[in-house]
C-alpha cells in the first residue's frame, strides 16, 4: 500500500475504527444495532447442502467398489480401474476450479453455488442408468465439477454472510454437512441397489435447490457491483435489522484497501500479502489432503473386507462415519472459541500417532505374527483417525483460507490452491495404490505418518490465527500494516 492508496480511501484511522467497531459488542450496542443469528444461520446450512452432495460422492466408492469389484458385479471392474473411479471425481473438481472465477464475477457467489445441482442431479441419473465402467467414469467425473465448485464457493459464501464472532461456527457447518452426507452412502449402500442409492444422491441436491433458491446473496457481490441499495437489502435479511449502515462502511473500506487489485491470478503471486497467504494455504491445503484421509476413507471397505477384523465393514463404516459426525459438532463449538491453530496443532498430531500405531499392527501382519486377539485394534486406530483428522484438517484449512485473502483475488487464489488439491489427491489416491500394492499397507500408514508431524510443524510456525477477527484487520497483519504511513 502506498500513501496515495490512503489518500484515495479516505482517512485510515476512520477506515480502521469501522472496521473494529464490527468486531465490538459494546459499540454495536450504543449504536442499536441487535443483529440476529439465524437469519445467518439458515443460508448457511442451505448453502451446506451442496457440501452435503460432495461428502456423499466422496464416500460413494466405500459400498460401490465392494460390489463392483465382486464376482457377480454386473459392471464388473478391475483393481486399477476402481482407482480410476475415484479419482476421476478429482479430475472433474479441477475443471469445475477452472472456470470458477469468470463465474463468480459475473453471477456471484449465490448463483454459481446453486448451479451445482445441475451436475450432482446429472450424476446421479447416470450412476444409476450406466453399464458399463466408463459410464461410472463419467458420472464421478461430473460429480467432481460439482465438487470443485462447491468446495470453493461455499466457504467464501459464508464467510461473507456471517458476521465476525460466529463466522468459524458457521464454517464449521460445512464439515457437518460433508459428514452427514459421507455418511448417507457408507450407511444405506450395502443394502440397497445401485439405482436406490443413485436416487439418495440426487435427492439431496434437489432439496438443496428448493431451499437455496429463497436465500440472499453475499453483500460483498453486491459491493464489488457498486450496488448500495442490495447491499444493504442483502445485509438487512442477514442481520434481521435495518440498523447495518456501519458495516457496509466497513465492507465497502475493505474493499477501498485492495481497490487496485481486479482479481486477476497475475495478482495472487505479484503482492507480497497475497504470495504470503497462497503459501499459507497451498501449506494447508497440502497437509489435509497428504494426511491420508482421502485414500484410507476411500479403500477403507476394501481393507476390512480383506482383512477379518471380526465385524462387518459395513458395520465399521456406519460405527466410524457416526463418531465423526458426532465430532464435528465438538469443532462447530471451539472453532470461535479454541481457535483454528488449536484445532489444527491436536487434529495433525493425533492423526500422527493413530496412524504409527495402525502401521505397526499392519506390519505384524505383514511378519506372519498372530494378531488374533487384537483384531479389533486397526478398527479402532482407523476411528480414532479419522475422529482426529474431523477435528481440524477436516475443514479448518478451507475456512482460514476463505478468510486470508482480499474480497478481490478470493476466487483466483482459492482456484489454484483447489486445481493444485485436485491434482494431489490424484498423485497421492495412485501412490497410495502403488505403495500398498507393492510395499504393503503397514508402509502407506508410516509414510502419512509421518507427514502428518511435518504438518503440525509447518501449522505451528506459520499459520496465523483468525478467530473473531475481520477481515481489515487480517489484511493488514498480511501486508505487513500496523498503522498508516506518515
Given at each position: ?7 484515495v480511501?479516505?482517512e ?15 459499540l ?9 443469528t ?7 446450512i ?19 467398489l465392494?460390489?463392483?469389484?465382486s ?7 478391475t483393481?486399477?480401474q ?13 475443471l469445475?476450479?477452472?472456470f470458477?472465477?469468470?463465474l ?11 448451479s451445482t ?28 465439477v ?22 468459524g461456527?458457521?464454517?464449521t ?16 449402500g450395502p443394502?440397497v441397489?445401485?439405482?436406490v ?24 457481490f ?14 438487512t ?9 456501519e458495516?457496509i462502511k ?34 494447508l ?11 484410507f ?20 463404516m ?29 487434529s ?10 495402525g ?23 482407523i ?5 482426529a ?6 475443514i479448518v ?13 478470493k ?26 500394492d507393492?510395499?504393503g ?6 509414510l ?6 511435518v ?12 478467530k ?5 484487520e487480517?489484511?493488514?497483519?498480511f ?8
Amino acid at each position: 500500500m502506498t500513501m496515495e492508496d490512503y489518500e484515495v480511501m479516505g482517512e485510515y484511522e476512520e477506515c480502521q475504527t469501522h472496521a473494529e467497531s464490527l468486531m465490538n459488542d459494546d459499540l454495536r450496542a450504543k449504536v442499536g444495532k441487535k443483529s440476529k443469528t439465524l437469519p445467518q444461520v439458515l443460508p448457511a446450512i442451505s448453502a451446506c447442502l451442496a457440501i452435503m452432495s460432495g461428502g456423499f460422492h466422496s464416500t460413494w466408492p466405500i459400498p460401490s467398489l465392494v460390489k463392483l469389484m465382486s464376482p457377480d458385479s454386473p459392471v464388473p471392474i478391475t483393481s486399477n480401474q476402481s482407482s480410476w473411479i475415484v479419482s476421476f471425481a478429482l479430475i472433474g473438481s479441477i475443471l469445475g476450479s477452472i472456470f470458477l472465477r469468470p463465474l463468480l464475477d459475473k453471477w456471484g457467489t449465490k448463483s454459481v453455488l446453486l448451479s451445482t445441482s445441475i451436475p450432482y442431479l446429472i450424476s446421479a441419473l447416470i450412476l444409476a442408468l450406466g453399464n458399463e465402467y466408463w459410464w461410472i467414469y463419467l458420472a464421478r467425473f461430473i460429480a467432481g465439477v460439482g465438487n470443485g465448485i462447491s468446495m470453493a464457493v461455499c466457504p467464501i459464501y459464508i464467510s461473507e454472510i456471517a458476521e465476525n464472532d460466529i463466522r468459524g461456527a458457521l464454517s464449521t457447518t460445512m464439515s457437518v454437512s460433508m459428514i452427514l452426507g459421507a455418511l448417507i452412502p457408507i450407511v444405506v449402500g450395502p443394502w440397497v441397489g445401485r439405482v436406490v442409492l443413485a436416487a439418495t444422491a440426487a435427492a439431496i441436491p434437489a432439496v438443496f435447490t428448493l431451499t437455496f433458491i429463497w436465500m440472499p446473496e453475499s453483500p460483498f457481490f453486491y459491493a464489488m457491483k457498486n450496488r448500495p441499495h442490495d447491499i444493504k437489502k442483502s445485509l438487512t435479511r442477514l442481520r434481521g435489522t435495518s440498523d447495518v449502515d456501519e458495516e457496509i462502511k466497513g465492507i465497502q473500506k475493505s474493499l477501498i484497501l485492495n481497490r487496485n487489485e481486479k482479481g486477476s491470478f497475475f495478482e495472487v503471486f505479484t503482492v507480497k500479502g497475497n504470495r504470503k497467504a497462497l503459501a499459507i494455504a497451498i501449506g494447508l491445503r497440502s497437509c489435509q489432503t497428504l494426511a491420508g484421509f482421502f485414500p484410507f476413507v476411500t479403500y477403507v471397505g476394501v481393507m476390512f473386507k480383506k482383512f477379518d477384523a471380526g465385524i462387518g465393514w459395513g458395520i465399521i463404516m456406519i460405527v466410524i462415519s457416526a463418531v465423526k459426525f458426532i465430532n464435528s459438532f465438538v469443532v462447530l463449538l471451539l472453532a470461535d472459541r479454541a481457535g483454528r491453530r488449536p484445532l489444527l496443532l491436536v487434529s495433525s498430531t493425533f492423526s500422527a500417532v493413530f496412524l504409527l500405531g495402525g502401521g505397526w499392527f499392519f506390519q505384524l501382519v505383514a511378519n506372519g505374527t498372530d494378531v488374533t486377539d487384537v483384531a479389533w485394534l486397526p478398527v479402532v486406530l482407523i476411528m480414532l483417525f479419522f475422529t482426529a483428522h474431523t477435528l481440524g484438517l477436516a475443514i479448518v484449512p478451507v475456512m482460514i483460507e476463505a478468510e486470508i485473502y482480499p474480497h478481490q483475488i478470493k476466487t483466483a487464489a482459492m482456484t489454484i490452491t483447489a486445481v493444485y488439491q485436485a491434482g494431489l489427491g490424484v498423485v497421492i489416491l495412485k501412490i497410495y495404490q502403488i505403495i500398498t500394492d507393492v510395499y504393503g499397507l503397514y508402509v502407506t500408514f508410516y509414510l502419512f505418518a509421518a507427514i502428518n508431524i511435518v504438518s503440525t510443524i509447518f501449522i505451528y510456525f506459520f499459520v496465523p490465527e483468525t478467530k473473531k477477527r475481520s477481515f481489515i484487520e487480517i489484511q493488514n497483519e498480511f501486508r505487513g500494516i500496523s498503522k498508516p504511513p506518515v
